[in-house]
């Protein structure tokens, strides 16, 4: 029971720190501030956002973030996973 008080807790000070003062539950978080927010780095930080809400039952905006990502960086999603691929073999 306290672990998942203390996991819930972390989650949450995820979330606070990619959303900062926008509000999740109201829908006023898009991917699209994630790109704004962290520009080169907002492949990874899309990720992480899509992680936290999975692991906390979101899933309307895990398959928002998700597709976000494959639209925005499939070429670099596609190049990593040949990467992985290779690395593997």
Do not use: H, W
């Not at 926008?22 to 699209?32: D, E, I, L, N, Y």
């Amino acid at each position: 029971m306290l672990f998942t008080f203390l996991l819930l807790r972390r989650f949450s000070e995820a979330e606070a720190i990619f959303v900062g003062g926008a509000s999740c539950k109201t829908g006023g978080f898009q991917p699209k501030d994630v790109v704004t927010k962290f520009g080169d780095a907002s492949c990874f930080a899309l990720q992480i956002m899509a992680k936290v809400y999975g692991d906390t039952e979101r899933t309307s905006q895990v398959k928002r973030f998700f597709s976000s990502i494959d639209k925005k960086f499939s070429l670099t999603l596609k190049i990593f996973r040949r990467l992985s691929a290779k690395r593997q073999l």
